[in-house]
């Protein structure tokens, strides 16, 4: 069920002057409903000349804590405005929103979760969902720099990470999909990043036969699919990605 809730952000961390971590929990005390890995929420900028939400995808769930974590890239004024928020500020929230990552693999799948730049955002959630069902999770993490790769040891707690920057300042120099891991048998195949990196990756997957999903950043509004501005066409035809996905087979992609 989605909800409309006031969040307190209960810490902040700052990775540089473009990405922060905000980890928030429900101001009232409720409980946090059930979150799928690659959905997303709409978050109020309450900043002047901003009226729409910002559509954020959810980085981590902890329910023991009740916790969320949104890993927020400044983009313009409204995530300007997120960006500068503190420790005890509230923020409104729509969640949870889309559909998610499916999590059937076979146990003895060797999974491989594509990260590019703030892309990374879900594949950290997708990948606790996936190591808690007994499977053996693998990152590919890009970037331009080894500066710009985030959360890094969280990642780590989780599977073994890969990691290809465009400047070899960090791991193999040169883009994901040229990354010596893809040489490997892979089974199936998680992604979210820029488009360009997605279509270049599900290229992959569809020469070698690999199951493969990717999370689209098409431009959202509403996130609940009245306002049409994140249609994406498919072989099924024109859908809303807030509402179809953001989540999507390969397969359903017109790519």
């Known amino acids: 069920m989605k909800q409309v809730t006031d969040f307190i952000i209960i810490s902040v961390t700052r990775y540089n002057d473009m990405y922060s971590r905000l980890t928030l929990a429900p101001a009232d005390g409720s409980k946090l ?3 799928l890995p690659g959905q997303f929420v709409q ?8 009226f729409l939400r910002r559509p954020i995808s959810i980085n981590d769930v902890d329910y023991d804590k009740n916790t969320i974590d949104l890993l927020i890239r400044k983009a313009g004024t409204g995530t300007a405005a997120l960006l500068s928020l503190k420790e005890n500020d509230t923020v409104n929230i729509l969640l ?3 559909n998610g990552f499916s999590t059937t693999a076979e146990p003895a799948s060797r999974l491989m979760l594509i990260g590019g730049g703030v892309g990374v955002a879900p594949l950290l959630y997708l990948g606790r969902k996936l190591k808690e069902t007994g499977h053996c999770v693998e990152f590919l993490l890009g970037a331009r720099s080894g500066a710009d790769i985030l959360e890094m040891e969280q990642f780590e707690e989780v599977g073994r990470v890969h990691i290809s920057t465009e400047d070899g300042s960090l791991g193999e120099k040169g883009l994901v999909t040229q990354h010596s891991a893809l040489n490997e048998n892979i089974d199936n195949i998680y992604c979210c990043g820029p488009a ?6 599900a290229r992959i997957a569809k020469e070698r036969n690999i199951e493969c999903e990717v ?3 098409n431009m959202m509004a509403c996130g609940l699919g009245a306002c049409l501005c994140c ?3 498919t072989v099924k035809g024109n859908v809303c990605v807030c509402t179809e996905g953001p989540v999507f087979n390969i397969n359903l992609l017109n790519w």
Do not use: D, H, Y
């Open 33 to 35: 409903p059930e979150i």
């Open 43 to 50: 978050v109020a900028a309450e900043t002047p000349g901003v």
């Open 96 to 98: 949870p929103l889309g």
């Open 196 to 201: 360009p990196m997605m279509k270049a990756v």
């Open 215 to 217: 999370s689209l950043e």
């Open 231 to 233: 249609v994406e066409n």
